[in-house]
């Protein structure tokens, strides 16, 4: 069965210090791969999305994610975070056909001054 | 171009009571989806619509019922509220592989 899992519930990092949050998905075939941001009382917003090609793929804010097929992964990474970062995080799996998605259970990011 | 919009933005229940939840986006997507967001869980599916006229189940669709008035509108009802149902409702529509996702409807059943 298809699944996504998000490791860490929590996280909390210093403004500057760089970020990266965990994802790890079972998925028969060649998935289609996501993550969205959630602000506090807000909607979900796409942050980046990989289909196929180059396994690195660059985002909105700063952030980029790396698809590793060996290690069933698609972490999110962003160098250098800001205090407007912090949000809950979701990594999401999709299937092609429906376009239904599968969401990890989101990681929260807090960010220290 | 308001994109998703939802309706109402909350809702207080009382259990057995029925409501719907409406939906509609102005970006003319054939796919709409309604999920629900509960605390540690990240978003279920609870049905979804591939176009106009075709509805299908989606991970969590008992106690819920949908409706696709037409390409913008897609509706979800509750016909006999239970506390279970307390959750924050998103609906979303999807252009070729993306999905855009409304504001939310927090929905309290008591």
């Known amino acids: 069965a298809q699944s996504v899992t998000q490791p860490d519930i929590h996280i909390t990092v210093s403004e500057g210090a760089s970020l990266e949050l965990r994802c790890n998905y079972s998925?028969?075939?060649?998935?289609?791969l996501f993550w969205y941001v959630q602000s506090p009382g807000q909607g979900l917003q796409l942050l980046l999305k990989?289909?196929?090609?180059?396994?690195l793929v660059q985002g909105i804010k700063g952030f980029e994610a790396e698809f590793k097929r060996s290690q069933s992964s698609f972490n999110l990474r962003k160098p250098s975070v800001h205090w407007s970062d912090a949000a809950e995080y979701f990594c999401?799996?999709?299937?092609?056909?429906?376009?239904?998605?599968?969401f990890g259970q989101g990681t929260t990011l807090q960010v220290k001054p | 171009n308001a994109g998703v919009t939802q309706t109402p933005k909350f809702q207080v229940l009382k259990t057995g009571q029925s409501m719907t939840l409406q939906c509609a986006q102005d970006?003319?997507?054939?796919?709409m989806y309604w999920y629900r967001q509960d605390p540690g869980m990240g978003l279920r599916l609870i049905y979804y619509?591939?176009?106009?006229?075709?509805?299908d189940k989606g991970e969590v669709p008992n106690g819920y019922n949908v409706s696709r008035l037409n390409k913008r509108e897609f509706s979800l009802r509750l016909e006999s509220a239970a506390p279970s149902q307390t959750s924050v409702y998103f609906c979303?529509?999807?252009?070729?592989?993306?999905?855009?996702f409304g504001p939310g409807t927090r929905l309290t059943v008591l």
């Open positions: 619509s591939a176009s106009e006229g075709t509805t």
């Open positions: 990989y289909f196929s090609g180059d396994t």
């Open positions: 998925y028969g075939a060649t998935p289609y």
């Open positions: 970006m003319n997507h054939n796919s």
């Open positions: 999401a799996v999709g299937s092609g056909n429906t376009g239904k998605l599968i």
């Open positions: 979303a529509s999807r252009k070729t592989d993306t999905q855009y």
